[in-house]
């Protein structure tokens, strides 16, 4: 399970590098918005040698109100090259808790996470198909983690649109 998480901290690393250093902007021949979904936008990077597109949206609500979580966003990323269609992951946009439970909860479902580095993943590859059908059946989507202050902080995620987002990243990848 270890060479797992670290293998998602490594490509998210990636992904999360690209887009938060501003190389958006700066890599725009490579990094390029193809459309959005509703609440959902579809990227893809086909130029450098880590070729992948991903679907990010950002929540819609943050609670407590007074809660910090710059920037928190969630992803569902494809890895053409390593045959991975459908990676959820989470940036939290603050560094989480040591040891806390970071949880998913759709509808009556809830998915355990793991953080690293400020970001959440899916343990296992058979919780992350169960939690990618989740959100395409699904409405919202609750992400609660506790910051290193220890206060709760939970956001919310619509799920509006994320089915054919889906589809459109799995014919635009593969």
Request: net charge positive.
């Amino acid at each position: 399970m270890a060479a797992r998480q670290n293998h998602f901290a490594c490509r998210l690393l990636l992904l999360v590098t690209v887009i938060a250093t501003g190389a958006l902007q700066a890599r725009a021949q490579d990094v390029t918005k193809l459309t959005s979904i509703v609440d959902w936008s579809l990227y893809t990077d086909s130029e450098s040698p880590h070729a992948f597109c991903f679907l990010t949206s950002a929540p819609k609500s943050t609670a407590p109100n007074n809660a910090k979580s710059d920037g928190a966003r969630i992803y569902i990323s494809a890895w053409p090259k390593e045959g991975v269609k459908a990676e959820p992951s989470v940036l939290l946009g603050f560094s989480a808790k040591k040891g806390s439970e970071i949880t998913a909860a759709i509808g009556a479902q809830s998915f355990n996470l793991f953080a690293e580095r400020g970001r959440a993943y899916v343990a296992d590859a058979t919780s992350e198909l169960k939690l990618v059908e989740a959100m395409r059946k699904g409405s919202k989507m609750a992400v609660t983690a506790t910051d290193e202050g220890g206060t709760s902080v939970t956001d919310t995620y619509s799920l509006s649109g994320v089915g054919q987002a889906m589809q459109q990243l799995q014919a635009t990848c593969f």
